[in-house]
Antibody, heavy 124, light 110 residues
């Protein structure tokens, strides 16, 4: 059974940093691209970042480019999101999602499994 | 101001057929396939339709998808109370180099 378990969320002040983690199991992690998708309270889904199977290709939404860094450790079957210079508008539930393919930017792929999310609240 | 445009709400009575639209542009829906996600209240999104028309195993055939040009549609036939959820379309955008989602459609079963 595929499982994605996010952790690392919490309350943080504007301008500070936070690192999210996603522990994967139940599939061959190193074969698949992975993504972070967020959902602000009462709002829709927003893709944040994606990373290819071998970390060679990485992409970010314009809203987080230069502030967030995605990474993965295939030996630990884990995905990470380093979030710096956090803003109030980054407040959201952050989901980790598995891609069906090896690259994060293939338009014929999809996100077939999602974690339950970890909540990030940016407030003073 | 989502890149993909969906109606914010839709409704129907049990047994009815409901259609949810998703409008994009040549750089996203016009060039790539569309995926649909269902988000039941308080839960994570679940893949409902992929490659515009395909259903993952376990998804009832009451759910179907289509795509034409720069628009896509999700059709739910034989509406059931458990279909009450938020529905999102998504596609890769070649110009933005990003995955883009619709704003979501809240489906109410009356």
């Amino acid at each position: 059974e595929v499982q994605l378990v996010e952790s690392g969320g919490g309350l943080v002040q504007p301008g500070r940093s936070l690192r999210l983690s996603c522990a994967a199991s139940g599939f061959t992690f190193e074969d698949h691209a992975m993504h972070w998708v967020r959902q602000a309270p009462g709002r829709g889904l927003e893709w944040v970042s994606g990373i290819s199977w071998n970390s060679d290709n990485i992409g970010y939404a314009d809203s987080v480019k230069g502030r967030f860094t995605i990474s993965r450790d295939n030996t630990k079957k884990s995905l990470y999101l380093q979030m710096n210079s956090l803003r109030a508008e980054d407040t959201a539930l952050y989901y980790c999602a598995k891609d069906t393919g090896s690259g994060y930017s293939y338009g014929f792929n999809r996100f077939d499994y999602w974690g339950q999310g970890t909540l990030v609240t940016v407030s003073s | 101001q989502s890149v993909l445009t969906q109606p914010p709400s839709a409704s129907g009575t049990p047994g009815q057929r409901v259609t949810i639209s998703c409008s994009g542009s040549i750089s996203n829906i016009g060039s790539n396939t569309v995926n649909w996600y269902q988000q039941l209240p308080g839960t994570a999104p679940k893949l409902l339709i992929y490659s515009s028309i395909q259903r993952p195993s376990g998804v009832p055939d009451r759910f179907s998808g289509s795509k034409s040009g720069t628009s896509a549609s999700l059709v739910i036939s034989g509406l059931q109370s458990e279909d009450e959820a938020d529905y999102y379309c998504a596609a890769w955008d070649d110009s933005l180099n990003a995955w883009v989602f619709g704003g979501g459609t809240k489906l109410t079963v009356l």
